[in-house]
């Protein structure tokens, strides 16, 4: 049996196709396992958490507005899965990390400008982003990567954060001024010892 | 800027998870399934047998109450005079009305409206267990 959309998919898992609910599962087992590990950084609590996702997933399918996007619904799941995840293991990594007027600061700025090309040459670039991405702060990094790696625009993403549009515009900037700081301290070349 | 930014995200590992992580996703919502069918058949199963069992006496009662407000005897005129009925039909549709055994028909009613539910309810997630049972596949 061919399924083109999600919508279809989801019709048939509702009428208890259990096919259509296993394509469910395999379109979208990468992208949410691949999303999660980011965000909790090890393999096994990637997988634990990537399997109560979508036993959740189908535990709530009935309640699923067929007028929405499946992905963002899907993403909403993972993002709070995972984020409540890190609040129980990782309490110290939701203290606020930027005073209110750092905030305020901040969302003033403007964007951050381009990061240097001499980064992009680097060949372990992918395991410098990945442990600059580790060292944010777990909403920061969710952002992120949901806008530059899933695809999602910042309406999406504010659906997902159940926030407006330009709390997610601000964050966004907030995220990348702290991206940037990051890879461009860990990218300077060492000082040579002076005596 | 963002284009800059997409740029960079391109050089991040992708990360897979095991293997045989999907058949395992799947196992699980499985066994949740049958879980829940099984709780499910348990309550049917206890609703319908319940309902059953109540509607003998509600029945019985039902009879009791049509006799001993009057409903049965008044009813039978139909048969017996008609004639004079179709004249006074007013009257007789009212003393009808206030004749019936609300309670014991509400009783009766109730009972048999459980117990066909809770049947009907079994039977479906019988039917989806069995037909489960059978014929399911997982392909990975």
Not at chain 1, 12 to 31: D, G, H, Q, S
Request: glycine content about 4%.
């Amino acid at each position: 049996m061919e399924f083109s959309s999600d919508e279809e998919l989801i019709i048939c898992a509702l009428a208890e196709n259990e096919n259509a609910f296993t394509e469910l599962v395999k379109r979208y087992i990468k992208p949410v396992y691949s999303f999660v590990y980011r965000i909790v950084g090890n393999k096994g609590d990637a997988e634990d958490i990537t399997q109560d996702i979508f036993l959740s997933v189908w535990k709530n399918i009935r309640r699923f507005d067929t007028t929405k996007r499946f992905k963002t619904w899907i993403f909403t799941i993972a993002q709070n899965t995972a984020l409540n995840w890190i609040k129980r293991k990782k309490p110290v990594l939701f203290a606020q990390l930027n005073s209110e007027e750092e905030e305020t600061l901040l969302d003033t700025m403007e964007d951050p400008g381009p990061l240097p090309e001499t980064l992009f040459a680097r060949a372990d670039l992918g395991r410098l982003l990945a442990r600059a991405l580790e060292t944010l702060h777990p909403q920061s990094r969710v952002v992120l990567l949901l806008h530059y790696e899933d695809g999602f625009t910042f309406t999406e993403i504010g659906e997902i954060f159940h926030e407006s549009v330009n709390t997610i515009k601000s964050l966004h900037r907030r995220s990348l001024h702290a991206l940037k700081n990051i890879l461009e301290r860990d990218h300077a070349p060492e000082r040579p010892c002076s005596l | 800027m963002q284009d800059h930014y997409q740029r960079l995200f391109f050089h991040l590992e992708v990360h897979e998870p095991s293997h045989d992580f999907l058949v395992s996703i799947l196992g699980r919502v499985a066994q949740k399934r049958v879980l829940s069918a099984r709780v499910r058949m348990g309550v049917f199963s206890t609703l319908s047998l319940g309902a059953l069992v109540a509607l003998f006496p509600a029945w019985q009662e039902l009879r009791l109450e049509l006799v001993q407000s009057g409903f049965s005897q008044l009813f039978s005129l139909l048969f017996s005079d008609g004639g004079t009925l179709i004249a006074l039909w007013k009257d007789f549709v009212f003393s009808l009305a206030e004749s019936l055994p609300f309670m014991g028909i509400s009783f009766f009613l109730g009972s048999a409206f459980i117990f066909l539910f809770s049947l009907r309810s079994l039977s479906r997630v019988i039917s989806i267990f069995s037909y489960r049972s059978n014929n399911i596949q997982v392909s990975v």
